[in-house]
């Protein structure tokens, strides 16, 4: 039966989809509001629809034995919902660890009856991109909090973790913290990053309120709350946890590796 992939036009949604070709799912299903965006592979089957508005989706479930959610907490409930009366069996979602605000995601799943996979990543190696511009223009990174230290992990293992846990029904139950292979400081990271493009990058440090002003240009609201999150992180370093490898049956990617193959974005 067809597996559907919700959020398939966003940017773990859409590797999820290559994750299951990769791993032989050959009746793969793409929800998404933008196909020719989503650049979608030929033999995909195409459903235009949001989570953001479940009100889309009933045609997009005819037929589908599992699905990923992709997160967005206020209409969560009513996707499954949707999802039950179709007679879908299980959904694997993207939420969080505790207190981020995307583990609201995890009781309506549950609460839905069906049966249920918890993916919990902690932050993405992709966030690091928010230094490229200062990194291309001054090879420099200012920033608060450079001891601050976390596990990030790269958005393609996230995908890959969704579609493995879609194609097999032993992970039903299971709720998984992902993280990458190692913890590093700030200051690490942009060294690793250095590393990656071949020239040194400075780590300068500055005050909180203007680490928080620097990034409400592109997060808006949410800058406050990004950077407090790292402030937390100084105290009380996030750990690595080995649930990824254990999903994939392989290591997970490094920062040094995802620096490596991203360099570009930085020179």
């Given amino acids: 039966m067809t597996i559907l992939v919700t959020g398939a036009t966003g940017t773990v949604g859409r590797l999820v989809v290559d994750a299951l070709l990769d791993r032989g799912a050959t009746d793969v299903r793409a929800l998404t509001i933008d196909p020719v965006r989503a650049a979608l592979p030929a033999g995909v089957d195409v459903a235009i629809g949001s989570v953001l508005r479940p009100e889309t989706l009933r045609g997009a479930f005819d037929g589908v034995r599992s ?13 499954m919902a949707v999802a039950v009366s179709a007679g879908v069996e299980r959904v694997v979602d993207l939420a969080g660890a ?3 605000g995307w583990e609201t995601i995890e009781p309506p799943v549950e ?15 992709e966030n690091a991109t928010i230094w490229a511009e200062q990194i291309r223009e001054r090879r420099e990174v200012r920033d608060a909090f450079p001891s601050a230290a976390n596990a990030p992990i790269a958005m393609a293992d996230v ?3 969704a579609a493995a846990c879609l194609l097999d029904e032993t992970h039903a139950g299971r709720r998984y913290t992902l993280t990458g292979p190692e913890t590093l400081t700030s200051v690490e990271k942009v060294r690793v990053l250095g590393d990656a493009i071949g020239a040194p990058v400075t780590f300068v440090e500055v005050p909180r309120a203007d680490a928080i002003a620097q990034l409400e240009a592109s997060m808006g609201e949410y800058a406050e709350w990004y950077v407090d ?3 937390a992180l100084v105290e009380h370093p996030q750990a690595a946890v080995p649930a990824l490898s254990e999903v994939l049956g392989r290591p997970a990617t490094t920062f040094a590796q995802w620096a490596r193959a991203n360099a570009a974005a930085f020179t």
């Fill in 159 to 161: 995908a890959d973790a």
């Fill in 67 to 79: 699905f990923y959610l992709a997160p967005h907490p206020p209409t969560t409930a009513a996707v």
């Fill in 229 to 231: 999150g790292y402030a």
């Fill in 111 to 125: 609460e839905s009856g069906l049966g249920w996979t918890h993916l919990e990543p902690g932050e993405f190696m």
């Fill in 98 to 100: 505790e207190g981020t």
